[in-house]
């Protein structure tokens, strides 16, 4: 069967994002990344475009790994500053009617009481269209800024993060019925207490015992992004993820992590098709493709492979500003993110990446691969992904913002609906029912076990227990 193609914009609420040195390009507009105009008018652009959302990155900390000092990231504009992506999402959904929004927050620093308030928060003001990328952080200054000694070993964070999930599961599926809130204006009564139960978790990690603070959403638990591909990664996204994002510099490396993490979802029960994969790509498009080719040949001019070096060594953990330029990269194992490494290293054992050629592929879209040409060429080359991978879609940088986005609303989407692989208006409902069909999380995900009227069937069986035994 022939795959619909999907796409997410992928954005950050900063200057320049995945292609450092951009924002000196004079069609750029990203360095006005404070401004909400600007967002609003991307969403709408991206709304036109019938992309499915838009997926907002972030980090805590500063990318200070490369030299050992933040010096690099602060000249060269490396993710730094950034602001909060969450303020700008209802900004956008009031602008918009269908395009969904996938927030990155980071579990490790702050407790899953006030993150499931504010999540369902963006449920409710978005009318469903939120979804929840579940990172565990991968920058020690993140951690220290938030008063650690560092970050936790890699695989202990994933573990912590399956104590989180089983904490705000327990929030958003079984704390409120659905049918708690009757705003009864003639008795006054707003909420059945009967109705709502305490959430009460005893952890190897967090303790909680409380009511959850927003009355149920429309989507209770939103929709559930994971962007981790370590085996630990895997695994976390096996059990939980409704979309897994991915990066990666070619459909070699890519495919063997998307069939990883398929066949890891079957054992735990799950339907491995069920899961919905995205490639981080990059599109360079225009009328021709020798066209394409001279618009990224402009682009290169304005890259910062310094900045490109900055951004990789606070993924991998590796200081880049201490190896030769034209040395190869040996793979070394660090607390930091495992993938970013893994895709330069061992990924694909017939390619050896320099530190110079690492610095000019990450300076334009990051760590994943770049397609320049004409709209067929690009459709081409988008289509042999999907179908060489068994990936869903993609989650496509910028270049120059907001033009890249543009170019590939006006250029790509109309040639992928002539092929008829892409869709050619939405589907209603909440984001879950626009990507899967269905508003709540399937019965085998975990979180369906905490669902309201399972719990209380549960506890009341415990609690009359001790009277059906025997004397």
Not at 95 to 117: I, K, M, N, Q
Not at 188 to 196: A, I, K, Y
Not at 344 to 365: F, K, L, M, N, Q
Request: aromatic share 8%; net charge negative.
């Amino acid at each position: 069967m022939t795959k619909e193609i999907r796409l997410n914009a992928f954005e950050m609420n900063c200057v320049a994002h995945q292609s450092p040195g951009l924002w000196r390009h004079p069609r750029d507009r990203s360095r006005e990344y404070r401004r909400l105009d600007g967002w609003i008018e991307l969403a709408k652009t991206l709304e036109r475009g019938l992309f499915d959302g838009l997926f907002l990155a972030d980090v805590l900390g500063v990318y200070d790994v490369f030299g050992g000092s933040p010096e690099s990231a602060l000249r060269h504009a490396t993710q730094t500053p950034v602001n909060d992506p969450l303020l700008l999402v209802p900004a956008m959904a009031a602008a918009t009617e269908h395009l969904g929004f996938g927030v990155t927050v980071t579990l490790s620093y702050e407790p899953p009481f006030p993150l499931a308030r504010r999540m369902s928060t963006l449920d409710h003001l978005t009318d469903g269209r939120i979804g929840w990328n579940v990172v565990t952080g991968y920058l020690d200054s993140a951690a220290k800024g938030s008063g650690q000694n560092g970050q936790r070993p890699h695989d202990e964070r994933y573990a912590v993060a399956e104590d989180y999930m089983e904490v705000v599961y327990k929030l958003w599926e079984g704390s409120w019925a659905d049918d708690a809130v009757i705003a009864d204006i003639e008795s006054g009564v707003f909420t059945l207490p009967e109705r709502v139960r305490r959430v009460q978790h005893d952890g190897p990690h967090y303790k909680l015992d409380a009511l959850h603070l927003s009355e149920p959403s429309p989507q209770r638990t939103p929709v559930l992004y994971q962007a981790g591909t370590s085996p630990a990664g895997r695994a976390f996204a096996a059990r939980h993820a409704e979309c897994v994002f991915m990066s990666g510099p070619s459909k070699k490396v890519i495919a063997p992590r998307v069939a990883a993490i398929r066949e890891l979802a079957g054992e735990y029960g799950r339907d491995p098709q069920g899961i919905l994969m995205f490639a981080m790509m990059t599109v360079v498009v225009a009328a021709t493709d020798e066209e394409a080719q001279a618009k990224l040949a402009d682009y290169r001019r304005y890259a910062d492979p310094e900045g490109a070096l900055t951004l990789m060594s606070g993924w991998t953990g590796v200081d880049f500003s201490r190896l030769d330029p034209d040395q190869i990269v040996e793979h070394v194992e660090s607390e930091a993110g495992r993938t970013a490494l893994e895709n330069i290293t061992r990924a694909d054992p017939d390619r050896r990446w320099t530190v110079r050629e690492v610095a000019e592929h990450v300076s334009i879209g990051g760590i994943g691969p770049v397609v320049v040409g004409s709209p067929a060429t690009v459709a081409d080359q988008l289509e042999a992904w999907i179908d060489e991978t068994d990936l869903d879609g993609f989650n496509l940088a910028f270049v120059v913002r907001p033009e890249t986005f543009a170019d590939v609303v006006d250029l790509v989407v109309p040639e992928l609906q002539r092929r008829g692989r892409y869709k050619t208006s939405y589907a209603e409902g909440t984001l879950r029912e626009k990507l899967f069909g269905h508003a709540r999380l399937n019965e085998c995900h975990p979180a369906a076990r905490h669902r309201w009227e399972l719990r209380r069937e549960l506890e009341r069986a415990v609690a009359e227990a001790p009277s059906q035994r025997a004397p």
